[in-house]
């Protein structure tokens, strides 16, 4: 069983600021994701990744295969990007193919302030 | 496309009481999940379906049922709340194809938050 571990929990900052929150997972994935979740309660898909870097917009997401870590960074944070965000591994599934099933991180509380 | 929708967005059930919690999707998807949500956890899976008619447990299914009819609709039942049901439920739906999808995207619905008191 895959666990997934987020961090911080929780995480304040100042309009501007660079963001980096980090999610490591114990066995090998075939995808690891990450979700935003607002306020008002819906998720979101950000991004999936199995190597490398991705980017949308001022989002940034990437993967260390080999050290089982991923990070997810916000440049030039704003109050809209206030949410929790949530990382999620996949694990590979028994043909070679994606796991139809995600193992969640707990979630990083994230406050933008103005 | 509505994409994922869930009815009701609140509810309040008494122990003991029964209750649906309606998922629909619209995205022609084979795969859909039950999730709930409790403070402080990462979501944790009661239910998925692979397809109509074809449904199995998540980590977490005591307490819970569902059925899946057709490919649109995936219903949760709780057959007598007790207040450890108290959580927010989401529906969520992703499309794999046989042999696996490079990753595999789930779409979620708004979620129901349920009280059992």
């Known amino acids: 069983k895959n666990e997934v571990e987020q961090s911080p929990q929780n995480l304040t900052a100042q309009e501007g600021e660079f963001i980096t929150i980090n999610c490591s997972y114990s066995?090998?994935?075939?995808?690891l994701h990450w979700l935003q979740q607002h306020p008002g309660g819906g998720i979101v898909s950000l991004f999936m990744l199995s190597s490398g870097k991705k980017k949308h917009g001022r989002l940034i997401a990437t993967i260390n295969i080999q050290e089982k870590h991923s990070s997810l960074h916000i440049t030039a944070s704003h109050p809209r990007d206030s949410a929790v965000y949530i990382c999620a591994a996949e694990s590979p599934g028994n043909s070679g193919g994606s796991n139809y099933k995600l193992t969640f991180g707990k979630g990083t509380l994230l406050t933008v302030n103005p | 496309n509505a994409g994922v929708t869930q009815t009701p967005k609140f509810r309040i059930l008494k122990i003991g009481q029964s209750m649906t919690l309606q998922c629909t999707q619209d995205m022609n998807h084979n795969y859909m999940y039950w999730y709930r949500q409790d403070p402080g956890m990462g979501l944790k899976l009661i239910y998925y379906s692979v397809g109509a008619g074809i449904t199995d447990k998540g980590e977490v299914p005591n307490g819970y049922n569902v059925s899946r009819s057709t490919t649109e609709d995936f219903p949760l039942r709780l057959e007598l709340a007790a207040p450890s049901q108290t959580s927010v439920y989401f529906c969520?739906?992703?499309?794999?194809?046989?042999?696996?999808?490079?990753?595999?995207?789930?779409?979620f619905g708004p979620g129901t938050r349920l009280t059992v008191l």
């Open positions: 969520a739906s992703s499309y794999l194809m046989t042999g696996g999808f490079p990753y595999n995207e789930q779409f």
């Open positions: 066995v090998g994935i075939s995808a």
